[in-house]
């Protein structure tokens, strides 16, 4: 019961565009609480709206690794719950995880990014990929104001792609395991 009330929500939740709910959220944050303490609460919101996305996929790994004969077989011998969850199912899903975390990284930083761009982040004072852009499209005797922003925020969307696939290579429980 739990489960299927929370998906719904998360459903319900999920519908509704990411960065519009950020923007509304954003803009109603008065001014001193950004100036003091502007990153954090962007990025609060920013990872408070931004985790739904996961639960979809950590769901189906869930009820699938559930349903394993191993799983079974510890329930036949005696195992508790708890044991089950955190010795057998967690270890086979966090795979999943640590491969998605990269990618919502990613995503903050194109959030974060997009915020600034369009005025909704960081405030002015701050340099910021969104503002260099802004910076660089509304002077474009200067070239490469844009074309620098640029270059340095893809490679940096790279280097977490490929740091977290590479974590998730060290994390693959399915390496070093036995069976086949």
């Not at 299927?4 to 939740?13: D, G, K, P, S, T």
Request: proline share 5%; glycine share 6%.
């Amino acid at each position: 019961m739990f489960d299927l009330v929370v998906q719904r929500l998360i459903e319900i939740f999920s519908n509704v565009p990411f960065l519009f709910v950020v923007i509304i959220v954003s803009s109603s944050v008065p001014i001193s609480i950004k100036e003091k303490s502007g990153l954090g609460v962007i990025i609060a919101i920013l990872v408070i709206f931004g985790w739904m996305g996961m639960t979809y996929l950590m769901r189906t790994a869930a009820l699938k690794e559930k349903a394993r004969d191993y799983v079974a077989a510890s329930r036949v011998i005696g195992c508790t719950t708890p044991r089950i969850v955190f010795k057998h199912i967690l270890p086979n899903t966090v795979a999943i995880l640590v491969t998605l975390i990269p990618f919502s990284i990613s995503g903050l930083i194109l959030g974060l990014t997009s915020l600034d761009y369009l005025g909704f982040g960081l405030p002015p004072k701050y340099a910021t990929w969104g503002t260099l852009l802004k910076d660089g499209l509304q002077n474009i005797s200067a070239p490469w104001l844009v074309s620098s922003a640029f270059v340095c925020l893809v490679s940096l969307l790279i280097l977490v792609t490929f740091i977290g696939e590479a974590v998730r290579e060290a994390f693959d429980p399915k390496k070093f395991t036995y069976y086949k």
